[in-house]
C-alpha cells in the first residue's frame, strides 16, 4: 500500500497567528505553533512534511514574487508529493488560488489552500476541522487511484472550491468564502461527498510546467454613476498599464458618453486589453444583450464573461507574462484556461 506523501506550505494567516500581549493586534508564528496546536497530525497514516515561509504573512502582504516562490516550491517537489496543501491568511486567498491555476500548468495533483477565520490557539477555532479535511482531499484518490482533485483549490468551511471561481465574501462568519458562479467540488459531512463530475482535469498531453513570469502592469477597475472623464481619461492613457479589468454594470453595461467610449477606443488601439467583468456578485456579462454593452465590444473590449475579478487580474499577469500579444491575450482572456469561466455553447 503506498502511504501518501503530502506537503503543507505554511505561507502564514490567522491560523497560525497569536494575540501580541502589549498591542493585542493577532501576529503570525511559526509552523511547531501550528504542530503543538494539531495534535491530531500525528493520527494520518501518511508523510506529512511541511515548508514554511519565513517570517510566516498576513496575506495582505502577498504578492506575484511570492506566487511564484509558491509555485517553485511545487515545481520542486513535485514528483515526489501525491498533494499539497497550502495555508494561507483568508484576505487574499482567492488572488493566490487564480494566480496559481495559471501558473501551475498541466497540474495533475491536488493544490489544495485553507486557513482559518479564529487562530489555531483559540478554542472554537475553525483551523482544525479546514486543515484536517484539506489533508484528507489533498491524499484523496479516484477507484483507479489517480488524484480525485488535481487542480487548485479553496477548502473552507466544509466546502471545497475551485479557487479561481472564488470571493472572500465574509469578513466574520466561518464560510469566509463563496463560489457564485460554480458549484462545489465536493463538501464535508460525515463523508466527503465529492462531486466527481465538476472537477477539472489538464488534458493528458500537457506536461506539468509552471509559469514563473508574472506582468503586473494590470489593474481593476469599478465603475460608478459620476464616474469623473478626467480619471477614464487619464487611466486608460497610463502608458505603463497593458491590461484594464472593467467591473461594469449588471450584464456587462457601462456609459455610453463619447467621452468614455472613445477612452476606451483610444486604449485598446493603443494596445491596451480591457476585459469586461460585472460588478454584480453572480452571473456573467453579455454584451450583446443592451446598447450599452454592444459599444463596449466596438471600442474593442473583451468579455471576461462569468469570471471574478480576483481570476481576471491574475490571469492578465499570466497571460502578459508569457509574452503574448496583446491580441493573443484578448482571445485567452475569452477562453477557459484552468475553468475559470463559464462559455454557454
Ligand atoms: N489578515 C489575515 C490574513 O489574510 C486574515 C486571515 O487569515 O483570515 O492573513
Known amino acids: 500500500m503506498h502511504k501518501p506523501h503530502i506537503l503543507i506550505i505554511y505561507t502564514g494567516g490567522t491560523i497560525g497567528m497569536v494575540k501580541n500581549a502589549d498591542t493585542g493586534a493577532l501576529e503570525p508564528l511559526d509552523f511547531n505553533h501550528l504542530r503543538h496546536h494539531l495534535p491530531e497530525l500525528r493520527l494520518f497514516d501518511f508523510t506529512i512534511d511541511n515548508y514554511q515561509f519565513t517570517p510566516p504573512l498576513d496575506s495582505s502582504d502577498m504578492t506575484p514574487e511570492l506566487w511564484v516562490s509558491l509555485a517553485d516550491i511545487i515545481a520542486e517537489r513535485y514528483d515526489r508529493y501525491d498533494g499539497f496543501v497550502i495555508l494561507h491568511g483568508t484576505d487574499t486567498m482567492s488572488f493566490t488560488a487564480s494566480a496559481l491555476s495559471f501558473m501551475l500548468e498541466g497540474l495533475n495533483k491536488p493544490v489544495i489552500l485553507t486557513g482559518s477565520q479564529l487562530p489555531i490557539g483559540v478554542m472554537r477555532t475553525d483551523g482544525r476541522e479546514n486543515l484536517i479535511t484539506a489533508i484528507e482531499i489533498a491524499a484523496a484518490l479516484t477507484a483507479d487511484g489517480q488524484p480525485r482533485v488535481p487542480e487548485v483549490c479553496i477548502f473552507f468551511a466544509s466546502h471545497l472550491y475551485r479557487g479561481n471561481r472564488t470571493t472572500k465574501e465574509n469578513a466574520e462568519k466561518f464560510n469566509a468564502f463563496a463560489s457564485y458562479n460554480y458549484p462545489p467540488l465536493a463538501r464535508a459531512g460525515i463523508n466527503i461527498n465529492y462531486q466527481d463530475q465538476l472537477i477539472h482535469r489538464s488534458s493528458g498531453n500537457t506536461q506539468f510546467s509552471i509559469n ?3 506582468d503586473n502592469r494590470v489593474l481593476a477597475l469599478t465603475l460608478f454613476p459620476g464616474i469623473r472623464p478626467e480619471l477614464i481619461e487619464n487611466v486608460f492613457r497610463m502608458p505603463d498599464i ?5 467591473r461594469t454594470f449588471g ?8 467621452w468614455f467610449v472613445d477612452a476606451l477606443q483610444q486604449a485598446s488601439l493603443s494596445g491596451k486589453v480591457i476585459v469586461n467583468i460585472t460588478q454584480c456578485q453572480s452571473g456573467s456579462v453579455e454584451m450583446g444583450l443592451y446598447r450599452t454593452g454592444v459599444m463596449l465590444s466596438r471600442a474593442g473590449v473583451v468579455s471576461g464573461h462569468d469570471m471574478t475579478v480576483e481570476s481576471a487580474v491574475t490571469k492578465l499577469m499570466v497571460l502578459f507574462g508569457k509574452g503574448l500579444s496583446a491580441e493573443e491575450v484578448r482571445i485567452q482572456m475569452e477562453r477557459s484556461i484552468a475553468g475559470e ?5
Open 212 to 214: 514563473r513570469t508574472l
Open 242 to 246: 497593458r491590461g484594464i479589468v472593467l
Open 251 to 258: 450584464s456587462g453595461n457601462a456609459p455610453t458618453a463619447p
Open 341 to 345: 469561466l463559464t462559455i454557454e455553447q
